[in-house]
Each structure stands twice: as C-alpha cells, then as structure tokens.
C-alpha cells in the first residue's frame, strides 16, 4: 500500500534549535508539496517542487525556513533557527503530474507535530 | 488567485445524502476544481475532481454548473466516517499550485 511517509510525527523542540522534517514521497511521485497548518491560519503552501526542482518557495518565510530534494525519494524541510509561532503540524504531499497539468490527485503524509518551546 | 466560497459547517443525518456546495464566480477556463476531505487528525485525502462535466467516483460525485461558477460535492449516503473539513479548491491546470481554502466542517448525526 503505497503511502507518503514523514518524520518526525511528533518534535518538541527549544526556540533556537534546528528542526529538519522530512518527507519520501510515493515511488515514481514527481510532484511534492509542503504544507503547515494551524488553528489560526489553517492549511498553507510552503514550498512545492516538480521532478525536483522548486517552483514556488513564496509561503515559506526566507530566512528561517529551507526546502530541498537531494533527491527523488526525499524532500526536507528545515527550520533554523525555530520560533513558538513555527509551532503546527507539516504535511507533505506528493502526486504524479508527468506532462506538468496540475490534474492529478495528490496523496498526503500523515504530517509532523512541531511544537517549538 | 481564484477564489473558492463554501459554508463553515453543515449536518447531515447518518444515511442521508449531503450536498456541500462552492461558490467559484471567478473561476478560469483553465481551472480545475478539486475537492479533498480531512479527517480529525489526518492529513487530507483527496476526494474528487473535475473541469466541466459531472463526476462520480465510489467516493462521491461532483455536480458542476454550466458555467462553471459552482460546483456541488455530494455524498449519496452519509456515515459517521465521513464527518470530516471538505474543502472546494480551484487549481489551474498549466500550474501545480494548490491552495486550501477554510472548508466546510460538515457533522453527521447518528
């Protein structure tokens, strides 16, 4: 049963320290998405990437956050240094879109619990 | 950004359909509507999705109107599983973005 695969599920963290998520797609997924949510704000786009290559970090804020495929079975997204209000879960999400039409259904991990102190 | 509209919350009777709607008047012709669910402490699970004509999945079906502004998920038989976020998200079909909107929190009542 393939499945996207994220961890840690759960990181409790101090305010400073780094925090790398990570993500590996479902085999053959050429699309991988990064989201955050919250109560607040609900669910945001991060970052998402197409066979690899990042098409839209916008949603992520520069100077902490970073997001990057070494390769095609791991996407990574790193907070450093991390703050309380980075505190939500991350979810990441990958789809197969071989011709680059945004038609296909994207499959969701089961997300990571940040929660930075 | 094309914009989606849906409800905050709606009920539904256990073994009754439901009719979610979304309300897109600036959609695009480009534009896919898709609609995904979130179960209480998971991540979204993709539900349905369509560009003009109606859809049926085992899952659900997906009315669209004629042009195109709303769109209807229905689920023919509600169940106690499927209370859930449904969100209505328009997607353009020469970008992958993909945006969630607030949803509609829909209860089901045994």
């Known amino acids: 049963d393939a499945r996207v695969t994220q961890t840690p599920r759960d990181k409790v963290t101090e305010m400073g320290q780094e925090v790398t998520m990570r993500c590996q797609p479902i085999l053959g997924h050429n699309t991988v998405f990064w989201y955050r949510q919250t109560m607040m704000q609900g669910l945001e786009l991060l970052a998402y990437?197409?066979?690899?290559?990042?098409?839209?970090d916008s949603g992520m804020p520069k100077d902490r956050f970073s997001a990057e495929m070494p390769d095609a079975t791991l996407a990574t997204l790193k907070i450093q240094p991390s703050e309380p209000r980075d505190s939500a879960v991350y979810f990441c999400a990958s789809g197969l879109e071989p011709s680059g039409r945004a038609t296909g259904e994207l499959f969701f991990g089961e997300g990571s619990r940040l929660t930075v102190l | 950004d094309a914009k989606t509209t849906q409800p905050n919350s709606m009920e539904s009777n256990e073994e009754e359909p439901v009719h979610l709607p979304c309300n897109h008047s600036?959609?695009?012709?480009?534009?896919?509507i898709h609609w995904y669910r979130q179960l209480p402490s998971q991540g979204p699970e993709y539900v349905i999705h369509g560009l003009t004509s109606n859809v049926n999945n085992r899952m659900a079906s997906l009315a669209i109107a004629e042009d195109r502004k709303s769109s209807t998920l229905i689920l023919h038989r509600a169940t106690l599983r499927d209370a859930a976020v449904y969100y209505c998200?328009?997607?353009?079909?020469?970008?992958?973005?993909?945006?969630f909107g607030a949803g509609t929190r829909l209860t089901v009542k045994p």
């Open positions: 600036t959609i695009s012709g480009t534009d896919y």
């Open positions: 998200i328009l997607r353009d079909g020469d970008n992958n973005d993909m945006r």
């Open positions: 990437f197409r066979n690899r290559a990042p098409l839209d």
